[in-house]
C-alpha cells in the first residue's frame, strides 16, 4: 500500500515542479499604440499621443513582474499664454501584474511605479522627472497561438512640478507570447 502513495507523491512532485519552472519561463512581449488624456504639469491639458512597451515575466502562475516603457507627444493648451506648448512624455514603470486566462481571453490588473520624463516648449523649454504609477488593467485576446491583441486602461499619475497629474492612458497593440 505505501509504493503506490510514494508512486503518486513523486509524480504529483514531478509535475508540479516541471510546471512551476514553466511558469518561471513564460512571458510577453508588448509594443502598440498608447493615447493619454494628460495635464502635463504648467501647461495645461491636451492629448497626447505615442506608444507603449512592456517586457513581462511569470514569477508565478498568476503573477508576473512587469517592465513598461512609454512615450506620448502632442500640443497642449496653455491657459496663461493662449496658445500652444509641445510636450513630451515618457514614462518607466515597473511592478506586479495579476492575470488569468479564460479561453481565449487574458483579463489583468497591475499595480506600477516609477517615473516619468516631461519635456515641453513653447516660448522657453522645460523639462522634469518626476516619481510616477499607474493603476489599471485590460484584457488580452488570443488571436494566433502567442498572438494576442491587447486592450488596456490606466490611471497614470505623474508629480511635475511639486504637484500631482491624474492622467487617463489608453494603450492598445501586439501581445507575443515567449
Request: zero cysteines.
Amino acid at each position: 500500500m505505501q509504493k503506490p502513495i510514494m508512486v503518486l507523491v513523486v509524480v504529483l512532485l514531478t509535475l508540479t515542479i516541471s510546471g512551476f519552472g514553466q511558469a518561471h519561463s513564460a512571458g510577453t512581449v508588448f509594443f502598440g499604440y498608447a493615447y493619454n488624456r494628460g495635464e502635463t504639469g504648467l501647461s495645461g491639458r491636451g492629448n497626447l499621443n505615442g506608444w507603449d512597451a512592456a517586457l513581462e515575466g511569470k514569477i508565478f502562475p498568476f503573477i508576473s513582474g512587469v517592465a513598461d516603457v512609454g512615450g506620448q507627444y502632442g500640443n497642449v493648451h496653455v491657459p496663461f499664454a493662449g496658445g500652444t506648448s509641445k510636450a513630451r512624455v515618457t514614462s518607466f514603470l515597473f511592478g506586479p501584474r495579476v492575470s488569468v486566462s479564460i479561453g481565449k481571453f487574458r483579463p489583468f490588473a497591475h499595480a506600477l511605479f516609477g517615473g516619468s520624463h516631461l519635456s515641453e516648449s513653447d516660448a522657453i523649454s522645460n523639462s522634469q522627472t518626476a516619481f510616477a504609477d499607474a493603476f489599471g488593467g485590460g484584457i488580452d485576446y488570443f488571436l494566433f497561438p502567442r498572438v494576442s491583441w491587447r486592450l488596456q486602461g490606466d490611471s497614470l499619475q505623474t508629480r511635475f512640478y511639486g504637484r500631482s497629474q491624474n492622467d487617463f492612458r489608453f494603450v492598445t497593440g501586439v501581445v507575443v507570447k515567449f
